[in-house]
């Protein structure tokens, strides 16, 4: 009797172990396939999200017959700056927009970043989620400006090879663009097609403190390469792209092996606003140099100006006449002596530190890259003191680089 009950109960025993695991496979498997199903559900989601994306862009693109150029906005985790930035760009916009599409790149996932952007019809919508670890060459450094290199990189590949523009504007977050921004460019395009010596073209100048200009209609060749609302040509990209530095890439830009004697356009009076008091750079220089920039107010009408005179060929000789007819200050007291000298004047310079002091003296940047002081033009800053009269700041070899053989 004991035998069989003990039979009885290891029957018992194994039935039941049975149905234990019959079950556990059967809720496993029902766990498996529901997560399947809502892994399918977010693909189909986001496959939707990114249709939709492209299809806005389609919708655009169809209407586009030739665009001048694509305006990208570098964004990252600043919704409140973002938004402000969108409004002055589509203020201006809307009445070219098939010849200026625009994009905001967002480098990482912040949502407010990511629903601001797509709450505007008028843009298309770009995410770049880059989850390599960053090491940095130095100790100390930011880890911001390897990321905002690698943004860069990917947007621009994005923009040239993907959707394949002739041209790409780039706009920061933080800016406002000035009521002829579009016209500007597009002049500055035609430009670039006929003299492949211009690197890029630039909406900024460094010295474009309401105190230092005049003229709204004047443009500037520089070898300093300024930023700041900037456009590229493709030829231009594909040369760079493939050795995009890792960080700080517009330093990187400035190098004589980068730029190979190629030079920039930029404005007098800035047509970009920089309002980004808080950013990667911790506010350097925001007060002093940022926040007095002008930002250009007046429609000049771009169509109508002739622009040959900023063909390499032609612009060194005019800069070589004007500087010329510039009278020259001696001695110490620079600022003093200009203010009492009726016409533009010139002020020499040494050296790097002799340019410093009188820079300082004036209040313009003292700043140089790769051996050229900001905004320089064979070694010349030029810059308006008081407007309208102009100074130039002239380096020892500055004459000998543009054929000045007497005076």
Not at 35 to 59: A, F, N, P
Not at 238 to 263: C, V
Not at 274 to 294: A, D, T, V, W
Not at 332 to 340: I, R, T
């Amino acid at each position: 009797m004991t035998n069989k009950f003990l039979c009885d109960f290891r029957f018992l025993l194994l039935a039941a172990a049975v149905a234990f695991i019959y079950i556990q496979v059967e809720a496993e498997t029902r766990c498996t396939s529901q997560m399947r199903k809502l892994i399918d559900q977010i693909s189909m989601q986001q496959s939707r999200i990114v249709d939709l994306e492209v299809k806005g862009l389609q919708r655009r693109m169809n209407k586009i017959q030739t665009p001048v150029a694509a305006v990208v906005v570098m964004a990252c985790n600043r919704a409140d700056y973002l938004e402000r930035t969108i409004k002055s760009i589509l203020k201006y916009q809307n009445a070219v927009a098939s010849k200026f599409p625009l994009f905001v790149s967002q480098d990482g996932s912040d949502p407010q970043v990511r629903k601001k952007a797509l709450s505007y019809d008028q843009l298309t919508h770009m995410q770049h989620l880059d989850s390599k670890l960053v090491q940095t060459e130095r100790p100390g450094e930011l880890i911001a400006y390897y990321k905002i290199a690698r943004h860069y990189k990917w947007a621009l590949d994005k923009l040239f090879h993907e959707y394949k523009f002739s041209r790409v504007i780039i706009l920061e977050d933080d800016m406002e663009i000035a009521p002829d921004f579009f016209d500007y460019f597009e002049a500055a395009a035609a430009l670039m097609e006929k003299d492949k010596t211009i690197m890029a073209v630039s909406s900024w100048n460094d010295n474009g403190q309401k105190q230092f200009v005049h003229d709204p209609e004047i443009l500037y060749r520089s070898d300093f390469f300024p930023g700041l609302g900037w456009m590229l040509t493709k030829p231009t990209w594909n040369e760079l792209s493939p050795k995009w530095p890792k960080a700080y890439w517009d330093d990187w830009l400035r190098l004589q092996e980068n730029h190979k004697g190629r030079q920039f356009i930029r404005p007098e009076v800035c047509r970009t606003y920089n309002f980004g008091e808080h950013g990667s750079s911790l506010g350097q220089f925001f007060r002093q140099y940022l926040e007095p920039i002008k930002l250009n107010d007046v429609q000049v009408d771009w169509k109508s100006k002739d622009l040959s005179y900023l063909m390499e060929d032609k612009y060194i000789k005019l800069f070589a006449e004007i500087l010329k007819n510039a009278k020259p200050i001696n001695g110490a007291d620079a600022v003093l002596k200009a203010s009492n000298v009726q016409g533009d004047v010139r002020v020499h310079y040494e050296d790097q530190p002799d340019f410093e002091r009188i820079a300082r003296q004036f209040g313009v940047f003292q700043e140089w890259k790769d051996g050229v002081p900001r905004t320089a033009y064979k070694g010349v800053v030029v810059f308006r003191y008081p407007p309208p009269r102009r100074v130039f700041l002239v380096g020892p070899k500055s004459f000998e680089l543009l054929g000045i053989k007497s005076v």
